[in-house]
């Protein structure tokens, strides 16, 4: 059921800005914020404390730089996801070794809407652990998933009150290696993640249901002899969720192609989508269109306007 996406013509750009400084500098989340500009986090090795450090930029609605911020210490730090809080201010995820309590620890900061710091907090262990993504709950507390290092790598998710302390952690331990790449409150007030799972030979897919307690209600698993990675996760309008991941046939190929799954309010599979062509596509964020389509941001080889 692969389905080859057309040359894309005629785009229009309204803006392109680049930021940065000599060194490397890297952009991993953006959202439109309440004023409609923009804010993106990422990590710089350009500016801060040293090492590398989180980098956040606010931007007008023209993708014009109106302040930045960093945050970090001597050693490596950066953030993964960032999300506008419903007071104006700004919830970032991510890594430190700066401040970590083990080798590298979820770092998860509060801001202003200017950026000032409001509050952080760092959780993990002895090992290397990093946070994916961070949302504000309905008690305007927050949740945020990653992969927390033990004897393997295991799914991590930690809900906090609003001033970041912990309410409670769920740890999948099932299997012998998995991660969380993605976080939505459904609209029973329990939790959705989607992630990986190592399944001895090939990558799985597989969607955890929480309770709003953090108890697990059910976990489904995704995938075939092939390598599958679960990277986001949307509650449909009739209760059920859409997935977006990559597949991997593991040919002699490099043919990784987009994959989403449409599943029902239990998780049960009712179908599922394959797009790319040749080369390797992949999709980064899902989301859910007012005509009840789905839209995808990602990256493609095989439709490579240069080529």
């Known amino acids: 059921n692969k389905e ?11 803006f392109v800005k680049q ?45 014009t730089e109106l302040w930045s911020k960093t945050y970090g210490g001597s050693s490596h730090d950066g953030a993964e996801y960032i999300r ?34 409001e509050w952080n907090q760092v959780f993990g262990g002895e090992r290397y652990d990093y946070g994916r993504c961070v949302i504000q709950t309905n008690d305007l507390g927050f949740i945020f998933t990653g992969t927390l290092q033990t004897s393997s790598f295991a799914l991590y998710v930690v809900k906090t009150s609003a001033e970041g302390i912990e309410q409670w952690s769920y740890i999948d ?37 929480l309770y709003s307690d953090g108890t697990e209600k059910w976990m489904k698993n995704f995938g075939d002899n092939s390598i599958q990675t679960g990277i986001d996760v949307q509650q449909t309008s009739e209760g059920g969720y859409i997935l977006l991941g990559s597949n991997f046939t593991n040919t002699t190929s490099t043919d990784n192609d987009i994959l989403i799954i449409k599943t029902d309010n239990n998780g049960e599979e009712e179908w599922n989508k394959i797009y790319g062509g040749e080369n390797n596509d992949s999709g980064n964020s899902i989301q859910i269109t007012d005509d009840g389509g789905y839209i995808i941001l990602g990256s493609t080889q095989s439709f490579d306007a240069q080529s």
């Open 19 to 63: 930021f940065g400084g000599d060194r490397d500098d890297y952009g991993y989340s953006v959202q439109q914020t309440q004023d409609g500009g923009y804010v993106i986090v990422g990590s710089t090795d350009s500016f801060g404390e040293g090492g590398s450090d989180v980098w956040l930029i606010k931007t007008d609605s023209l993708g």
């Open 4 to 14: 080859e996406e057309p040359d894309i013509e005629n785009e229009i750009l309204t």
């Open 173 to 209: 331990t099932l299997f012998g290696r998995s991660s969380g790449s993605s976080i939505i409150q459904s609209n029973d007030g329990g939790y959705a993640v989607i992630g990986t799972k190592n399944d001895i030979v090939y990558d799985d897919i597989y969607l955890l249901k």
């Open 84 to 117: 506008q809080t419903v007071d104006g201010g700004f919830i970032i995820v991510g890594y430190t070794s700066s401040f970590s309590l083990g080798t590298r620890d979820f770092w998860l900061i509060k801001t202003d809407s200017n950026g000032e710091e």
